[in-house]
């Protein structure tokens, strides 16, 4: 028998028409009919958008709606469709379900064809004898998420996690029940393609192509039969390479191997280019295609004299992280696609990253997302989905875990960009410190998974890719897990408990999660917030506000840096320049400390609605300040000022592979336009390097530190501050006697232009408060005396009148009120 496979898609964008219907639970008297009248339904999709886009619900992400659509996670929902088939003469019919979200039960023709209990995994199920010639019905019923989880937390007994409901019980997505930054919409749906495939043969069970650094390729493939299947050949082909492998029937597993001559190797970005070669391997009509890169990465974590590090090399080459943590993009993932992956991803690159964590309470991201990365440079640190909790190492979630992450190492590694796979996030910490062991009661938790099966995983199916066993982690069961001197730490005391200057504490050898809240942009906070008046603690505003005590800490990490507001418009800026400065100050002392610290990933780079978070671009897809912080701190080249035992010192981290050879010019002034003291100093940084310059006693010395700074200025345009006093006390001058402004049109937008007459601080433009489309080029900008800044504006709105508060801010305007 010829091999042979034809895939019929059954989505709504190939023609095939869904309904949704409510089966049980608490829906509300004015939806009653959704029990026995089924609404338009769209597959991909989730029940949520269905209903959205059916005008029966209001939008989840506004006012208080959230809370209102609870019963939406509590409602059980069948999804129906019917599809024409006749018999064409293949020995084989599945049911090829990419994503089930998450606990179904699916049924042909009313036959049971299987249930379903895992968001993360695919699903196939025999069909041959259910179909029938001619119209088939298609149903697929999804229990209620929320109550799902907690009869499962019930039956295996409860174990310790974060947040409402027990999302540790059941393999869905985490913060799909919440977070303290996202919404609690527990959803369900036909979330990824589901098709019809007809096959006789043989086919293509699972391809892993594994790129070595060397130009080899070995390409393993499993194989699926068919009764009366004969041999078979299996082709791989790559960069002008063809290898080939007859199979005889029932071999279930084959490993080709090509070598491609004089390959070029792909590189992070900043280190070199990112080549990509076409692969296919072929069965008879059975064709897959991917791409590879050629790469080696290896993790260092062997002890030193100062504990052990956290170096990551990519082909023999050590990489300093400039990271982020990534959530889901959109709290219904299902409305992402290759556009906005792209935008979002680039808002890591524009900000000079070059590491991505994807985050074990989310998902395993689509092949838009990783294909963007592979494309781009950008390192993928992929969590196994795990967070915060306690898991169960029995069955039936044993099972499920197994299964999920082999589909998932299998699925993304060939991608260049996967470079640790990473067995959980804080569960081990939280064993050790949460107050986990009394309620576990010598009962499992996770251990097994991230020190035992997950490690053999990767080992049998990606070992060219290092493991961890967890975020934090020491590399020692012997070990504190969040130990700075360590492997990879967690700093969340700064944000919880103190201030953001402590961060000068700690010497990590790597952080892999830290971060300080802030509000969203204007334009986004009030398109969801409606309050009257608008203010920090009004009931909208707190939906909005997912962390415990938030708006407390909010408050409270202001300290002596900014003065409390005193209106809501100061609220906004003072929290947002609050948490721009606390992260770029901790990266500013970590960067100091290279070779020691080899990097840090900042918790997060995105949101997935409107919300006061720690991102740094938020729901609407509008850069924070601290975006634009990011942007500086993460330079290739850094100068920060930063105390020593001996004074304050120029700290310089070169991370380019360019020597760096520059003048440092230094200024000690007073905030208004008098130079007091100038001196120059000429440095060289070797590439990928640092060096540290003593301030001499002129500069570092102040006669009245309340009016007095230091300005560090290189001849390539990088520029670093010190003060001798926090910004409550500094004597700024305000607005109006320390800069002029003028407005000036320009294609597709405007200018705004900034000249300082005197010292003025963390200058920042927000154009959506005047059209939420609006977007700007740069911000968090310090002009000396003399100095100018253009703030350059894309959109379709002029604005009208001058501009000033609270279009265009700064700290003068928050503290400055001293004419000097």
């Known amino acids: 028998m010829t091999t042979s496979l034809s895939r019929v898609p059954l989505g709504s964008a190939t023609g095939s028409t869904w309904t949704v219907r409510a089966t049980s639970g608490p829906v509300p008297p004015e939806l009653e009919r959704l029990l026995s009248e089924p609404s338009p339904a769209t597959v991909p999709g989730e029940v949520h958008t269905d209903l959205l886009s059916a005008g029966l619900i209001d939008d989840p992400v506004d006012g208080v709606n959230e809370g209102l659509l609870a019963w939406i996670g509590r409602t059980g929902w069948s999804y129906r469709t019917t599809f024409e088939w006749e018999p064409d003469g293949h020995a084989v019919q599945e049911l090829v379900a990419d994503g089930l979200d998450t606990a179904a039960t699916v049924i042909l023709n009313g036959t049971e064809l299987g249930r379903t209990c895992n968001q993360h995994r695919a699903y196939r199920f025999n069909v041959t004898s259910a179909l029938v010639a001619g119209s088939n019905e298609l149903v697929v019923e999804f229990a209620a998420p929320v109550d799902t989880a907690v009869a499962l937390s019930e039956a295996g007994g409860p174990r310790p996690g974060t947040n409402t409901h027990p999302y540790n019980a059941i393999r869905k997505m985490a913060s799909n029940f919440g977070w303290d930054w996202g919404p609690d919409v527990a959803t369900v749906g036909i979330w990824q393609p589901i098709a019809l495939e007809s096959w006789s043969g043989a086919r293509l069970a699972a391809v892993r192509p594994l790129a070595d650094g060397a130009g080899l390729l070995e390409t393993h493939v499993d194989l699926a039969w068919s009764p009366g299947a004969m041999a078979e050949v299996v082709a791989v082909r790559i960069g002008g390479t063809t290898a080939e492998a007859t199979v005889l029937p029932g071999t279930e597993c084959v490993v080709l191997r090509n070598t491609v001559a004089n390959v070029d190797l792909w590189w992070p970005r900043g280190y070199g280019e990112q080549p990509l070669y076409d692969v296919e391997v072929a069965l008879g009509s059975d064709v897959w295609e991917g791409r590879v890169g050629f790469r080696t990465v290896e993790l260092d974590v062997a002890p030193d004299e100062h504990g052990s590090p956290f170096d990551l090399t990519v082909n023999g080459r050590k990489v300093y992280i400039r990271g982020a943590n990534w959530i889901p993009d959109d709290a219904f993932v299902t409305r992402l696609d290759r556009q906005t992956y792209e935008r979002s991803i680039r808002d890591a690159i524009d900000a000079n ?102 490690p053999k995983i990767v080992a049998e199916l990606d070992p060219r890719t290092p493991y961890s066993a967890g975020s934090p982690f020491s590399y020692s069961n012997f070990i504190h897990p969040n130990d700075e001197r360590f492997g990879t730490m967690h700093i969340w005391d700064v944000w919880n408990q103190v201030d953001y200057s402590v961060y000068r504490d700690y010497k990590p050898r790597f952080v892999a999660e830290f971060g300080f809240q802030g509000p969203p942009a204007w334009s986004t906070l009030t398109s969801v917030v409606h309050d009257e008046p608008l203010d920090p603690y009004a009931e909208q505003m707190l939906v909005h506000q997912k962390a415990f005590e938030g708006n407390l800490k909010l408050e409270r990490g202001l300290g002596e840096h900014l003065p409390v507001w005193s209106n809501i418009d100061d609220w906004h800026w003072s929290t947002q320049l609050n948490q721009a400065r606390a992260v770029a100050f901790g990266i500013e002392h970590f960067r100091s400390l290279f070779p020691l610290n080899t990097g840090s990933m900042v918790w997060q780079l995105n949101d997935n609605w409107p919300v006061i978070s720690w991102a740094a671009v938020d729901g609407h897809g509008i850069r924070k300040p601290l975006w634009y912080a990011l942007r500086r701190v993460f330079a290739d080249r850094l100068i920060s000022v930063q105390p020593r035992p001996d004074g304050p010192v120029v700290a310089l981290h070169n991370d380019s592979d360019e020597v760096w050879s520059t003048r440092l010019t230094l200024r000690r002034r007073t905030v208004g336009s008098e130079v007091l003291a100038t001196e120059e100093v000429e440095v060289t940084v070797e590439a990928r390097a640092a060096l540290t310059v003593l301030l001499p006693a002129a500069i570092a010395t102040s006669l009245d530190g309340k009016a007095e700074y230091v300005e560090v200025l290189t001849d390539d345009g990088l ?102």
């Open 719 to 820: 520029a670093a501050y010190w003060y001798f006093v926090e910004d409550t006390t500094l004597q700024l001058l305000p607005p109006e006697q320390a800069y002029t402004v003028a407005t000036k049109a320009t294609d597709g937008g405007y200018e705004v232009t900034v000249e300082a007459l005197a010292l003025v601080k963390d200058l920042a433009l927000f154009p959506d408060r005047l059209d939420p489309a609006a977007r700007v080029d740069s911000g968090l900008v310090t002009l000396s005396a003399g100095e100018s800044h253009t703030f350059r504006v894309s959109s379709t709105v002029a604005p009208e009148g001058p501009i000033d508060v609270p279009v265009l801010r700064s700290v003068n305007d928050l503290v400055g009120s001293v004419d000097l």
């Open 353 to 454: 990253m070059n590491m991505l964590r994807v985050w074990g309470g989310g998902i395993y991201e689509t092949e838009d997302f990783y294909d963007i990365c592979d494309e781009l440079g950008v390192l993928v640190w992929q969590d196994f989905l795990f967070a915060c909790a306690a898991y169960s190492e029995e069955e039936p979630l044993r099972g499920e875990v197994e299964a999920e992450a082999r589909q998932a190492v299998t699925r993304l590694s060939q991608h260049a960009s996967i470079a640790v796979w990473n067995g959980n996030n804080e569960n081990i910490w939280g064993y050790v410190e949460w107050s986990w062991r009394v309620p576990l009661a010598g009962r499992t938790w996770g251990e097994g998974y991230y020190l035992d099966l997950l």
